[in-house]
């Protein structure tokens, strides 16, 4: 027993360290006046399509979370030449019903698109300006990925797939409205064309027995 116990406490110090450093590549950690910050997904692995959100967690110098940040705080998703607007920050935790950890801030996002992701944070803490800028990647958090990695027993298409395929399709349905259009204009003129041939043909019938009429 003496023996497994040395084990396991040699086991634990080798372990611990590397479950600390994967916590700590989940977020970028960065220090912005005399605030810590660490910024990242708030569920990781990061799927598309699924709902998630921008994460800070936010400490002051003496380690101790900050709590009342108010709206003070927002951040700008970049996405390639892509951006969204503005996304405010909302505490993650209560401190009084004792609900999530303090100094967890979130702004909800469904990412939709596989790729890198980029945080720009504005704005202030308690004062202190905020305007830094947070990339995913293998070395700060993880960058959002198709859910048909993980996805059993069968692989359903993605709304990015779906999306790109209704795109493919959209010149093809508009050609065919176009065509349809076309043809039923075609028939309507065709119809248009047979009541006036018939009317000719019964004025000209009528005019043809006026001119036989004995004087």
Not at 36 to 44: H, N, R
Not at 59 to 64: E, P
């Amino acid at each position: 027993m003496r023996i497994s116990s040395a084990l396991f406490v040699v086991f634990l110090g080798l372990a611990l360290p590397l479950v600390i450093l994967n916590t700590a590549t989940a977020h970028e950690e960065r220090k912005e006046g005399s605030y810590e910050l660490a910024v990242g997904w708030a569920d990781e692995p990061t799927y598309v399509g699924f709902k998630n959100a921008v994460e800070v967690l936010l400490k002051d110098a003496k380690g101790k979370p900050v709590l009342n940040l108010g709206d003070t705080l927002k951040v700008e998703v970049i996405f390639g030449d892509q951006k969204s607007g503005l996304l405010p920050f909302e505490p993650a935790f209560d401190v009084e019903e004792g609900f999530g950890t303090p100094g967890d801030y979130q702004a909800s996002l469904i990412p939709t698109r596989p790729g890198t992701y980029t945080f720009h944070l504005v704005g202030s803490i308690k004062g202190q300006k905020v305007d830094q800028t947070f990339t995913s990647s293998e070395k700060t958090f993880d960058s959002p990925r198709a859910p048909s990695e993980v996805e059993f027993p069968a692989k359903d298409p993605s709304t990015a797939d779906l999306a790109s395929r209704v795109e493919r399709l959209s010149p093809r349905v508009d050609t065919a409205q176009a065509a349809a259009t076309a043809g039923q204009a075609a028939a309507a003129q065709a119809r248009v064309l047979s009541v006036v041939a018939v009317v000719l043909g019964v004025v000209s019938l009528f005019a043809a027995r006026g001119q036989r009429r004995p004087a």
